[in-house]
């Protein structure tokens, strides 16, 4: 168990629609990731923030966004879903604000019908 | 822009055979480096860590070596077991500049009894 808790673990969701994940780091770590993995893609850097700032932006899509609270959790927000967006999601939690080296969650399966 | 190139799977080996997943990466700064593994429907997992040239990170039997004058972090283990069945990911993380986290696509392993 990394302590990086995501919710949902699976959704099903039709093609238009707005969702919401949801990502609760491990204790006392500042740092979350987004990451979109799908099997074309492989893993691809969404989007990071640290201690409720903005940090880093990948290859996050406008239609997506992402907040981070003052208590750390984060959420993720996808809209007007399309097919492709179909994928696992994982967030990634870290006490530091530049690195690689993450904590993951066990990831929410995205299914766009 | 940085950016880590794995040898494209699956590779399968038999039960105690000698495991090489080649991973090279190009960065600007003076990176930090990883190999993740992901074993079927859990989050990645931090497997060794190297942070500069000629470090090796070495856990559960496996490890990597930084060669900064070939650019590359190549993962070993002597002797596999089914039980490394997995996708395993070399990253980096440039901590000269840019905190954007970057992964390989992800080599598959399947060791068969």
């Known amino acids: 168990d990394s302590g990086v808790t995501q919710t949902p673990k699976h959704l099903i969701t039709a093609t238009g629609q707005r969702v919401t994940l949801r990502c609760s780091p491990r204790?006392?770590?500042?740092?979350v990731y987004w990451y979109q993995q799908s099997l074309d893609q492989g893993l691809q850097f969404l989007i990071q923030?640290?201690?409720?700032?903005?940090?880093a932006k990948g290859n996050i899509l406008e239609r997506f966004s992402a907040q981070q609270f003052p208590d750390l959790h984060s959420e993720l927000n996808l809209s007007s879903l399309e097919l492709g967006d179909s994928a696992l999601y994982f967030c990634?939690?870290?006490?530091?604000?530049?690195?690689?080296?993450?904590?993951f969650g066990q990831g929410t399966r995205l299914t766009v019908v | 822009g940085n950016s880590v190139t794995q040898m494209e799977g699956p590779v399968t080996l038999s039960e105690e055979a000698f495991l090489t997943i080649n991973c090279t990466y190009t960065?600007?700064?003076?990176?930090?480096l990883f190999w993740y593994v992901q074993y079927p429907g859990e989050g990645l997992q931090l497997l060794l860590k190297?942070?500069?040239?000629?470090d090796k990170g070495s856990n559960k039997g496996f490890e990597a070596t930084y060669r900064k004058e070939t650019t590359s972090f190549h993962l070993e283990k002597g002797s596999v077991q089914v039980s490394d069945s997995a996708v395993y990911f070399c990253?980096?993380?440039?901590?000269?500049?840019?905190?954007?986290?970057?992964f390989g696509r992800g080599t598959s392993l399947i060791v068969h009894p």
């Open positions: 990253a980096l993380s440039d901590t000269g500049g840019s905190y954007i986290p970057t």
């Open positions: 990634a939690s870290s006490p530091r604000q530049g690195s690689t080296e993450a904590f």
């Open positions: 190297a942070t500069k040239a000629d």
């Open positions: 923030y640290y201690n409720g700032e903005e940090r």
């Open positions: 960065a600007t700064g003076y990176p930090s």
């Open positions: 204790s006392g770590d500042l740092s």
